[in-house]
């Protein structure tokens, strides 16, 4: 196991060094969507509209985060069960999406689509949302405001505490 500190910036780079059980801090801007916004965003593919963000080098965080309290950048912000985007997942990752980010397994076919595509999948640590908020320094509705907690949100993280749980050659800790 190694510890890894990587900027989203840099991620599509770095992916390649990411073993499963690996230490990944993670800083840069990262997106939250979850069912409700993943819709939105197919139908906005569909109907050909803008997107709410480039999905190309993307990172997604399936969360929702809860209301805001004063004085802080952001409520409770913990990982949502991942495998509600499987039918959503592999289609991002063909467009280039690089990483997701949530809680639980994935499919078969979206652990194929990370490796077609070279990309990653990290967990965060369910039950310690509040713990999570304390590595985000900032957090902006950018999509579908109606969906309240499920809007698309940009995030900014700072040493996000994560575990690889795919990586890019399909290494799964879940088969472990």
């Known amino acids: ?80 069960t991942s495998g509600r985007m499987d039918s959503y997942s592999p289609s991002l990752l063909d467009m280039g999406q690089i990483c997701m980010i949530g809680k639980g397994e994935r499919s078969k076919n979206v652990v194929d689509a990370i490796v077609r595509n070279g990309a990653v999948y990290l967990c965060a640590v369910g039950g310690a949302g509040a713990l999570a908020a304390k590595c985000i320094d900032s957090c902006k509705v950018i999509a579908y405001d109606d969906l309240g907690c499920e809007s698309v949100k940009e995030l900014h993280f700072n040493n996000f505490p994560l575990t690889v749980a795919i990586d890019s050659k399909g290494n799964n800790i879940f088969e472990h």
Not at 21 to 33: A, Q, R
Not at 39 to 45: C, G, H, M, S, V
Request: glycine content about 8%.
């Open 1 to 80: 196991m190694k510890i890894h500190y990587v900027n989203t910036t840099d991620l599509r780079k770095k992916v390649k060094e990411l073993s499963v059980g690996d230490k990944v801090y993670l800083s840069g801007i990262v997106y939250t969507s979850r069912d409700a916004a993943h819709k939105r965003i197919f139908e906005a593919i569909a109907n050909g509209e803008k997107l709410p963000y480039e999905i190309y080098d993307s990172v997604v965080y399936y969360a929702g985060p809860t209301p805001t309290p004063d004085g802080l950048q952001i409520g409770s912000c913990g990982p949502t």
